[in-house]
């Protein structure tokens, strides 16, 4: 059973425009969530987090925002640059289970930024 | 900065070999990973440790083992590789004490063939 869902296999976008990737999760015991950027042949980068208390968090153009509620994160790029065309993963973790750290990922979802 | 390294970027190997994929970390980190990536599967959960010599299954660790012998190397062992196998296959890494401590540092990953 996927716990964490990227229901958007794709998205293409204008460059300068915003993105938006979507990432619904099912386990509400989840408190830490990160969003990885992946290139072709390359290993994922870290991009950027939230922690549960939080509803949003900042990073330059990144921006990330939580609904505990709904149990929704989108993470939001603004302005979209065509070397933000990549694979985005979100991942989910129960921080309050052991110092493992074990993080649950989503399928991702590819965004093409068109010059 | 973290620097996770993979011994093969590119693998072929036949059916029934054993295959072994190698991951060395340089942060002295506790926790390791290995990964693997299929399209529209996002990446899976093969094997995580958390100390030297300790090693737990994660949620597809049929047909594979692990070795952690040292803090910064962690193996992966395919005993009889099979084509079901074909995947990109990833290694991670994390510190327990790090701040978030859930961020995992990935390896450039390695493509396996099994014909």
């Known amino acids: 059973d996927q716990q964490v869902k990227q229901n958007s296999p794709s998205l293409s976008v204008q460059e300068g425009r915003i993105s938006i990737l979507n990432c619904d999760y099912t386990?509400?015991?989840?408190?830490?969530f990160l969003w990885y950027k992946k290139y072709p042949a390359e290993g994922p980068t870290f991009l950027i987090s939230?922690?549960?208390?939080?509803d949003k968090n900042e990073d330059g153009r990144f921006t990330v925002f939580l609904n505990k509620s709904a149990k929704h994160l989108s993470l939001h790029i603004v302005p979209s640059q065509p070397g933000d065309s990549a694979v985005y993963f979100c991942?989910?973790?129960?921080?309050?289970?052991?110092?493992?750290?074990?993080?649950?990922f989503g399928t991702g979802t590819l965004l093409a930024v068109q010059p | 900065d973290v620097k996770v390294t993979q011994s093969s970027r590119y693998l072929v190997k036949r059916t029934g070999e054993k295959v072994f994929l190698e991951c060395v970390q340089d942060?002295?980190?506790?926790?390791m990973f290995w990964y693997r990536q299929d399209p529209g599967l996002g990446l899976r959960l093969i094997y995580f440790s958390y100390d030297v010599k300790m090693k737990e299954k994660g949620d597809i660790p049929e047909g594979y083992s692990v070795s952690r012998e040292k803090k910064e190397r962690f193996s992966l062992i395919l005993e009889s590789a099979s084509t079901n196998q074909t995947s990109m296959y990833l290694c991670a890494s994390s510190s327990r004490t790090g701040v978030p401590q859930e961020t995992q540092y990935f390896g450039p990953g390695t493509r396996l063939l099994v014909l």
């Open positions: 991942a989910a973790s129960a921080t309050r289970f052991g110092a493992t750290n074990k993080l649950i």
């Open positions: 386990n509400s015991m989840f408190d830490y």
């Open positions: 942060m002295d980190h506790e926790n």
């Open positions: 939230i922690s549960s208390i939080k």
